[in-house]
């Protein structure tokens, strides 16, 4: 499938083709009233940093870096924050665009429900059963050694709904960002905003469980990850998409349904609603280096 302007204002920007990011703002949330949450998320989507949005930063890098060159001078670095969202399947189930595992007995049950539930259900075992349950359950993780955060309560309450990605290349653009975010879904409606104060709601939409910063690490060599090995060398050249080819022992060009739902090389057959959208793994990792004298 060739990649259209459709498409890519269709796609998050992370997705394809990546934002700009030196700075990134993970916050994590559980929503707390549905049906003001439903109402802020539509508002909220104009917000959303498109693959349309993140092809033209791409530009307006290449443009800056070429007037420097040019000029002869170092090139201006440029805030360009962008946002991104994305659910858990509990923050679906919010939503009504997924069915949890306690109801799918009963529905399979009725034969007019089974019907729209194989065409509406999304599809993936791993995402239904959420990370915890494959890492503890089938894995080789210690639950003891996870952050509670990510842990389900004792009554199994959830914690995370989702998670609102904010960028940016300048820290004061990525704090700005994080602001206008929570002010969209926290602030009183009714009530006059500004950049610095606003009104809690008496009954938010959503509250913010946890929040996970990240950056470049200060003086580390370019192109290379926190725990210092080259970033990047499995992230897929999309066939159609990307200009570039594979150079090297990089991995083959892939179809862009490995990665996108709904698009050639889907092997899931995802509903109709999800198309154009992708799975987000989360891991927050911990390394202990040790100290030579």
């Given amino acids: 499938m060739s990649l259209t302007s459709a498409i890519k204002a269709n796609i998050q920007g992370d997705v394809w083709p990546g934002l700009p990011k030196r700075f990134q703002s ?8 549905q049906v003001d949450f439903k109402n802020r998320l539509k508002t909220f989507i104009p917000k959303i940093t498109t693959g349309q949005d993140a092809c033209e930063m791409g530009e307006t890098i290449k443009r800056a870096k070429k007037e420097a060159e040019l000029a002869k001078k170092s090139a ?3 805030g360009l924050p962008g946002i991104n ?47 915890y349950a494959d890492l503890v359950g089938e894995g080789w993780d210690n639950p003891q050694e996870l952050r509670k955060e990510y842990k389900p309560t004792d009554d199994n309450e959830r914690l995370i709904d989702g998670v609102i990605m904010v960028t940016a290349s300048l820290k004061r653009d990525l704090d700005t960002t994080v602001s206008e975010v929570k002010q969209h879904f926290l602030a009183e409606e009714g009530v006059p905003l500004n ?36 970033d990047g060398i499995s992230q897929p050249v ?32 995802q509903p109709a609603w999800a198309k154009d959208g992708s799975f987000l793994v989360f891991r927050d990792l911990q390394q202990l280096d040790a100290i030579w004298y």
Wanted: with cysteine; hydrophobic share 35%; proline share 5%.
């Fill in 238 to 269: 999309i066939e159609g998409w990307d200009e570039r080819q594979p150079v090297g022992k990089e991995p083959k060009a892939t179809k862009s349904g490995l990665i996108v739902c709904g698009h050639e090389g889907d092997p899931m057959g």
């Fill in 195 to 230: 950049p610095d104060t606003y009104v809690l709601s008496q009954n938010p939409s959503i509250e913010f469980t946890l929040v996970r910063e990240g950056k470049v690490r200060p003086g580390a060599m370019k192109g290379k990850e926190h725990f210092g090995f080259k």
């Fill in 85 to 131: 969202i994305a659910f858990t399947s509990t923050g679906l189930e919010a939503l009504g665009a997924f069915v949890n595992s306690n109801d799918q007995t009963f529905v399979k049950k009725d034969r007019q429900l089974s019907t729209v539930f194989r065409k509406q259900q999304l599809r993936g075992g791993l995402f239904e059963k959420g990370m």
């Fill in 26 to 33: 993970f916050l994590f949330f559980r929503v707390r009233n």
């Fill in 76 to 78: 201006k670095l440029q």
